[in-house]
């Protein structure tokens, strides 16, 4: 059974995953957050800026990405420099808990020096570093971070990885589904009509009959899909 929440429109879905992003500031210990990127976070970047600025205790908190494109900071497609312009920039974070991707590097380089920062900085469950949350976004074509249908080694050993854009042919560098699927909750954050099709297909299938990286990859504990009512309308 797919968890869904589903809310009215984005504005509610972002205040709803800002107030768990607030419970996870009030923790004693520290917390270990993947963000997504691609274009859907930016309403809830924005939201938690205007919003939640004074309220979480950002210190408290660690942020990653998911994946990231191959290019630098200050590049329109880089996931960091996404989240810098619409929320780092306006919080008081310190800088030391903000691991970033640098795309800039050599992509396998990268790929190895991040899976060595993870392990050393994430605590470990079953012996892999295990994230505390975990938020993805889902392409119109079923991919998450940087894992694309057909493209995708669900049996990876290795925590983090070099992907090919299969249209494109950009490189990025991504968590593997094993690091993954470690995390403590995952939460899809899937917004407007354009996914609807493509939540429906696997709302009705069983995931292993689906070549969807966003339909296989479930977390150890909680896995759940925040929807607004226009990407839910076929569900
Ligand atoms: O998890 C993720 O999902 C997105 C999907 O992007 P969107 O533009 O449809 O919101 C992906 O491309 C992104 O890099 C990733 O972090």
Same mark, same amino acid.
């Given at each position: 059974?797919?968890?869904?929440?589903?809310?009215? +429109?984005?504005?509610?879905?972002?205040?709803?995953?800002?107030?768990?992003?607030?419970?996870?500031?009030?923790?004693?210990?520290?917390?270990?957050?993947?963000?997504?990127?691609?274009?859907?976070?930016?309403?809830?970047?924005?939201?938690?800026?205007?919003?939640? !600025?004074?309220?979480?205790?950002?210190?408290?908190?660690?942020?990653?990405?998911?994946?990231?494109?191959?290019?630098?900071?200050? #590049?329109?497609?880089?996931?960091?420099?996404? %989240?810098?312009?619409?929320?780092?920039?306006?919080?008081?974070?310190?800088?030391?808990?903000?691991? !970033?991707?640098?795309?800039?590097?050599?992509?396998?380089? =990268?790929?190895?020096?991040?899976?060595?920062?993870?392990?050393?900085?994430?605590?470990?469950?079953?012996?892999?570093?295990?994230?505390?949350?975990?938020?993805?976004?889902?392409?119109?074509?079923?991919?998450?971070?940087?894992?694309?249908?057909?493209? *995708?080694?669900?049996? +990876?050993? +290795?925590?983090?990885?070099?992907? =090919?854009?299969?249209?494109?042919?950009?490189?990025?560098?991504?968590?593997?589904?094993?690091?993954?699927?470690?995390?403590?909750?995952? *939460?899809?954050?899937?917004?407007?009509?354009?996914? %609807?099709? !493509?939540?429906?297909?696997? @709302?009705?299938?069983?995931?292993?009959?689906?070549?969807?990286? @966003?339909?296989?990859?479930?977390?150890?504990?909680?896995?759940?899909?925040?929807? #607004?009512?226009?990407? %839910?309308? +076929?569900?």
């Amino acid at each position: 059974m797919i968890n869904y929440k589903v809310f009215d +429109d984005g504005q509610a879905v972002v205040e709803a995953l800002s107030q768990e992003l607030l419970e996870y500031s009030q923790s004693t210990q520290p917390v270990h957050i993947s963000l997504s990127g691609g274009s859907t976070p930016k309403l809830w970047f924005k939201y938690l800026a205007d919003h939640y !600025r004074d309220k979480i205790n950002w210190n408290n908190l660690h942020f990653w990405w998911g994946d990231e494109r191959c290019v630098a900071p200050n #590049d329109p497609e880089s996931n960091y420099g996404q %989240a810098k312009a619409l929320l780092l920039d306006h919080i008081e974070m310190n800088p030391e808990n903000i691991h !970033r991707i640098i795309g800039e590097n050599d992509p396998e380089e =990268e790929a190895q020096r991040l899976a060595e920062e993870i392990c050393q900085s994430v605590p470990k469950v079953h012996g892999i570093p295990a994230f505390d949350w975990i938020v993805l976004g889902m392409g119109d074509d079923g991919h998450t971070a940087s894992l694309f249908p057909h493209h *995708t080694d669900f049996n +990876d050993p +290795d925590l983090t990885l070099v992907a =090919e854009h299969p249209q494109s042919g950009q490189l990025r560098v991504s968590k593997s589904a094993r690091l993954l699927s470690n995390a403590e909750r995952i *939460t899809y954050l899937v917004l407007g009509e354009g996914k %609807a099709q !493509r939540l429906q297909e696997i @709302a009705t299938h069983d995931s292993v009959d689906l070549p969807y990286p @966003a339909a296989k990859i479930k977390a150890r504990n909680i896995t759940e899909w925040y929807l #607004d009512a226009n990407a %839910a309308k +076929d569900l």
